[in-house]
């Protein structure tokens, strides 16, 4: 990684297997799979489902929870966005996600 870019999280979208869209500010979109994170120390206040996606945000540049919707910067529980850029996959836009969302299907 070049020692001069830092990674910032301008976006996330969370799915319902425990799977986040992060959109990156260099254009990148990685996926991150929480699905082991969850079931760890202070990342099970997460693990139910709802709260994993209705809690989901970005907080200081980087992906993160607020199980207790403070959305504070000091009680966050967030991912270093180092590590994310440098270890998540690089994938296409979920373009289904939205698609979903809004009742679509394709050719409309």
Same mark, same amino acid.
């Given at each position: #990684? $070049?020692?001069?870019?830092?990674?910032?999280?301008?976006?996330?979208?969370?799915?319902? !297997?425990?799977?986040?869209?992060?959109?990156?500010?260099?254009?990148?979109?990685?996926?991150?799979?929480?699905?082991?994170?969850?079931?760890?120390?202070? *990342?099970?206040?997460?693990? !139910?489902?709802?709260? *994993? #996606?209705? =809690?989901?945000?970005?907080?200081? $540049?980087?992906?993160?929870? =607020?199980?207790?919707?403070?959305?504070?910067? %000091?009680?966050?529980? !967030?991912?270093?966005?180092?590590?994310?850029?440098?270890?998540?996959? @690089? @994938? %296409? %836009?979920?373009?289904?996600?939205?698609?979903?969302?809004?009742?679509?299907? !394709?050719?409309?």
């Amino acid at each position: #990684m $070049n020692t001069e870019y830092w990674p910032d999280v301008i976006q996330v979208i969370p799915t319902r !297997d425990y799977k986040v869209y992060i959109y990156f500010d260099d254009g990148t979109i990685r996926l991150y799979d929480a699905s082991e994170l969850v079931t760890k120390g202070a *990342f099970q206040k997460i693990k !139910d489902i709802d709260a *994993f #996606m209705d =809690t989901c945000t970005v907080i200081n $540049n980087t992906l993160a929870w =607020t199980p207790d919707l403070s959305y504070s910067d %000091e009680t966050c529980l !967030d991912l270093d966005p180092i590590v994310l850029y440098e270890t998540c996959p @690089v @994938v %296409e %836009e979920p373009a289904e996600l939205f698609c979903h969302e809004k009742g679509l299907t !394709d050719g409309q």
